[in-house]
């Protein structure tokens, strides 16, 4: 579709990747909402989209309370998906891979972190283990653990899923659903004569659609969306690498997905392994720039997963690519939920590589607010804008 069919909706929704898609299709499905919703996007194979990128992982190890109550949300609509999906026979089931997140401690301020952090999740009904040094060793012999002291690990609700596969769906059954998807671009924004709402935004191709709500759900592009209303968001694309590699000695069970003290991580990817990083200076990016450093894998990355594991002395990338986190500057955490002064503009930005397993629960979020004006499920006013306002940042130790 090129065209707006209606001159007029009731919700514009700014980004049409994994986060406008479960906005949409929760929109469907939420009792409280009866209007219409358009989701525009100037990049339909999303090409720059963070959710192309995606690593599509899921973890219960955070040491924010809001942000462990998310991920088990997620990890329940991931392994009910067709359920969550009205049972249709179409609908794939998906599968949760649930080799865990090892975090390793190489000094006792790190491992305390963990225990600290293993207390908290535990307490909030996650199976996360503190682990010593002899403990992963008995678990995994194939790592080096000279320099380590702790760990942590959970293995149930922790893992892989295929996240392309929940956007493809999400995207399918809220356009079945009557939500219409533009491939236009929103490039500017109509304020009431007060400031306090969004009237009309207008696309690239020169229409002009009057909104009730706007959702600023454009990913790494959130800030330059929000500066059309008038409202700053500390919020920038910073690039994350990964590499697919093949070894010739494989390891005899799952590689958890491991969070190296050298700021590398690695794990099993089917047959094959996956390991990424942050580039060795991480500075905003333009949205479009995917400039790939090539040295990056020799320099940084191999020496750390073969010191790691010396089994894998022998392996070949096969491939490689560069995606983007909306990286909020403040805190690491999502901003969520309406802006304080410009009413209905509501923001579903900065989840700083959090982004695919806390859809589920943030787009559901989000519905709730639109049709009732308050959450009903989960209280995301953790989230709330106006913490950036106040300079206030939600704490979460467990940032990747």
């Not at 309370?65 to 009910?80: H, L, M, R």
């Not at 022998?314 to 999502?334: F, S």
């Amino acid at each position: 579709m090129q065209n707006a069919l209606e001159t007029s909706y009731d919700v514009v929704i700014v980004g049409g990747a994994i986060y406008g898609s479960a906005l949409a299709w929760w929109l469907t499905n939420t009792p409280g909402f009866d209007g219409e919703g358009l989701v525009g996007g100037g990049d339909p194979p999303h090409e720059f989209a963070s959710t192309s990128h995606t690593n599509s992982c899921i973890r219960q190890q955070f040491t924010a309370p809001v942000n462990i109550q998310i991920s088990q949300f997620g990890a329940e609509f991931i392994k009910n998906f067709r359920h969550f999906m009205h049972d249709d026979p179409e609908v794939p089931e998906l599968a949760l891979q649930s080799f865990g997140y090892l975090y390793l401690a190489d000094t006792p301020e790190f491992a305390q972190t963990l225990r600290e952090a293993q207390s908290i999740q535990a307490s909030m009904g996650a199976h996360t283990q503190h682990m010593t040094k002899d403990e992963i060793a008995a678990r995994y012999p194939f790592y080096m653990l000279d320099d380590v002291i702790a760990g942590n690990h959970n293995t149930v609700n922790e893992g892989y899923f295929d996240g392309g596969t929940m956007f493809d769906w999400f995207k399918r059954m809220a356009r079945r659903n009557g939500v219409e998807y533009l491939h236009d671009e929103v490039t500017a924004m109509t304020k009431a004569a007060d400031g306090t709402s969004v009237t009309h935004v207008t696309l690239k191709s020169g229409a002009t659609v009057a909104c009730g709500t706007v959702v600023n759900a454009s990913g790494p592009r959130a800030a330059a969306t929000a500066g059309m209303a008038g409202i700053t968001l500390p919020v920038e694309p910073r690039k994350r690498y990964t590499f697919v590699f093949d070894a010739a000695k494989p390891l005899d069970r799952d590689l958890p997905l491991t969070i190296d003290p050298s700021g590398v991580h690695f794990r099993t990817e089917g047959k094959y392994y996956m390991a990424g990083c942050p580039p060795r200076e991480d500075p905003a990016v333009a949205y479009d720039d995917f400039a790939f450093d090539h040295s990056l894998w020799e320099d940084k990355v191999w020496p750390a997963i073969a010191t790691r594991v010396p089994q894998f002395d022998q392996v070949k990338v096969i491939n490689e690519w560069v995606g983007h986190y909306d990286y909020n500057t403040l805190d690491q955490n999502a901003i969520v939920g309406p802006h304080s002064v410009v009413e209905n503009f509501l923001c579903l930005n900065g989840f700083s590589g959090h982004g695919l397993q806390q859809a589920p629960a943030l787009g559901r979020g989000i519905a709730e607010w639109i049709a009732y004006g308050a959450y009903r499920t989960l209280d995301l006013s953790p989230y709330a804008y106006r913490r950036i306002e106040e300079n206030q940042s939600l704490i979460e130790k467990a940032v990747i």
